[in-house]
C-alpha cells in the first residue's frame, strides 16, 4: 500500500454550518483528512490516505463525502496547478534552481503566464523524470495526473453547462 496526498475543495448548497458534519465525515472514512472551513458554503479537505492506487484513494474519498454531504460538489482537486515556490518544496531546492530548469528550452510551458508562472505539475514531474534531472516521487506524479484529469473534467462540464444555458435563454427569446 502507498500514501497519497491530496485535496479537495467542495462547495456545497445548505445553510447549515458544516461543522455539524465533521463527525460525521470522519465516520464515512474521512479520518485522514485534515478539513478547512474557509467561505461559506465550501469545505477544504487535505487527505493523506493510504491505498493501492491514486485513482482508489481519491475516487474513495469523493464518495465519503458525497455520502455525508449529497449537495456537495467538487470545484477542485490538488496537486495540480504548481508556481515556482511550489516547485522549489516539492523538488526540494532553491527557487534559483527551479528558475535554472525552467530556463531550459525543453521545460514544458507553462499553463499560465504573468508575472508569475503556473505549471501543470504532471508536465513538470514527467520533464524531471525524462531529462533524469531530478528524482521524481512516482506517486505524486500518480496523482498529479490524476487530479490534472479531474480538473479538466470539471472544467469542461461547467462549459458545457453554460454554453446550454445560453442556449436555452436563446430559444426562449
Known amino acids: 500500500m502507498n500514501y497519497y496526498d491530496f485535496s479537495y475543495i ?3 448548497n445548505i445553510e447549515k454550518n458544516i461543522e455539524m458534519y465533521l463527525d460525521a465525515l470522519y465516520e464515512a ?22 491505498s493501492e492506487s491514486a485513482y482508489q484513494a ?13 449537495t456537495a460538489f467538487l470545484i477542485q482537486v490538488s496537486p495540480d496547478l504548481v ?4 516547485l522549489s518544496e516539492i523538488l526540494e531546492c532553491s527557487k534559483q534552481n527551479v528558475q535554472k530548469y525552467i530556463n531550459k528550452d525543453t521545460f514544458p510551458n507553462s499553463f499560465f503566464k504573468s508575472h508569475q508562472a503556473i505549471w ?14 531530478k528524482k521524481v516521487d512516482f506517486k505524486l506524479l500518480e496523482i498529479a ?3 490534472r484529469n479531474i480538473n479538466l473534467t470539471l ?10 444555458k445560453q442556449a436555452q435563454e436563446l430559444v426562449a427569446i
Not at 481519491?58 to 449529497?70: E, M, T
Open 120 to 133: 501543470h505539475l504532471d508536465e513538470v514531474l514527467e520533464w524531471f523524470w525524462i531529462k533524469n534531472e
Open 10 to 12: 467542495f462547495n456545497f
Open 83 to 86: 508556481g515556482v515556490l511550489e
Open 29 to 50: 472514512g474521512c479520518g485522514d483528512a485534515i478539513v478547512g472551513m474557509g467561505q461559506k458554503g465550501s469545505i477544504v479537505l487535505d487527505f493523506m490516505r493510504e
Open 155 to 164: 472544467e469542461t462540464k461547467k462549459a458545457n453547462d453554460q454554453i446550454l
Open 145 to 147: 495526473k490524476l487530479s
Open 58 to 70: 481519491v475516487y474513495s474519498a469523493i464518495q465519503q463525502v458525497k455520502s455525508v454531504i449529497p
